[in-house]
């Protein structure tokens, strides 16, 4: 059980986050996008991202000690560490690059339908640069619990590269937590992840068939459990997860709330489940934990994520249930 908001600074730290493609997230609110026209913006939300850098922003507020990395370049780099350092307290060991870490932009109407997402690329990584990152994760491998890997690629990177950091942290003593779709994903699964949180699109895509319901998450994720992966999450959204693993198959179905904006609630998920994992905790525990963290998110506002207070206060109200 979590108990604590914040852990001591001077305690090591239990996971490692890598962002190969950190970015800022911008959302920009209009009453209605009128395309070729001119439009007028209501408000701008502005904050950082990149799956490993939101997944150790709800870490820290859940107390978990934890060291992000990855690449940053140009003044945009700067506020992301500084944003992760200053305002989070996340332990920062990036790789600086040339050019400029990617600003991401999102237009949200107010009828609230999807936003419209326009995503720069990001800069380009050398293979020096390449090195250097896997150093990194080589050497933070050895003391931490956890390496959590994550997100889109930056021009430069292999699609391979979860493969290769994924079997570097194995082997140095750490267990994988692998969210990543498409290519990234295929290859990674090479590497024998700890854990994998693919939501439904992702698990369709892996697995070639629809997820619409619980019961075809709990499905998927035994299929990708005796595929030799020891814990599964399959989430399918405001519906819940599905987790199987050694000790059993659970759904997760979260309390009702009223969700302003997803983005952040997959990754918030996986740092749910790795708060009470990092202490030894059950997975069924993990599971109140990752699905309340999850609804914490989507109740928030643009990119912003739960704070401790919302997320204890859902834990409560998270049904988990053998399927």
């Known amino acids: 059980m979590i108990t604590a908001a914040m852990s001591k600074a001077s305690e090591p730290p239990k996971v490692l986050t890598v962002t190969l493609n950190p970015s800022?997230?911008?959302?920009?609110?209009?009453?209605?996008?009128?395309?070729?026209?001119?439009n007028r913006i209501l408000r701008i939300e502005e904050d950082v991202g990149g799956?490993?850098?939101?997944?150790?922003?709800?870490?820290?507020?859940?107390?978990?000690?934890?060291?992000?990395?990855?690449?940053?370049?140009?003044?945009?780099?700067?506020?992301?560490?500084r944003e992760l350092e200053e305002m989070e307290s996340v332990q920062c060991e990036f790789v600086w690059v040339p050019g400029e870490t990617r600003t991401n932009l999102a237009i949200q109407e107010a009828d609230g339908s999807p936003p419209t997402a326009l995503n720069e690329r990001g800069p380009e990584i050398a293979p020096e640069d390449l090195d250097t990152l896997i150093r990194i994760v080589e050497n933070r491998s050895t003391q931490v619990q956890f390496v959590v890997l994550g997100g889109s690629l930056p021009p430069g990177v292999p699609t391979d590269i979860y493969a290769t950091l994924g079997e570097v942290a194995a082997r140095r003593g750490s267990k994988v937590v692998l969210d990543a779709d498409g290519e990234p994903l295929v290859q990674g699964l090479k590497a024998s992840p700890y854990l994998i949180k693919p939501n439904e699109n992702e698990t369709e895509r892996l697995l070639g068939r629809p997820i619409d319901t619980l019961q075809d998450a709990a499905e998927a994720a035994r299929e990708l459990h005796k595929r030799g992966i020891p814990v599964v999450i399959v989430s399918i959204g405001e519906k819940g997860a599905a987790v199987a693993c050694e000790?059993?198959?659970?759904?997760?179905?979260?309390?009702?709330?009223?969700?302003?904006?997803?983005?952040?609630?997959?990754?918030?998920m996986?740092?749910?489940?790795?708060?009470?994992?990092?202490?030894?905790?059950?997975?069924q525990e993990a599971m109140r934990w990752g699905t309340a963290a999850g609804a914490a998110t989507a109740m928030t506002d643009g990119c912003d994520i739960g704070t401790y207070q919302q997320i204890e206060e859902l834990v409560p109200a998270v049904r988990v249930s053998p399927c």
């Open 24 to 38: 800022v997230d911008r959302l920009v609110y209009v009453q209605q996008l009128q395309r070729h026209d001119t």
């Open 51 to 81: 799956k490993g850098v939101n997944v150790a922003r709800v870490l820290r507020r859940l107390g978990v000690p934890v060291v992000a990395t990855g690449f940053l370049g140009g003044r945009t780099g700067r506020y992301v560490q």
């Open 247 to 268: 000790q059993g198959c659970w759904v997760a179905v979260p309390p009702k709330v009223r969700a302003v904006s997803t983005i952040g609630s997959g990754d918030s």
């Open 270 to 283: 996986v740092a749910g489940v790795i708060s009470v994992l990092a202490r030894q905790g059950t997975i």
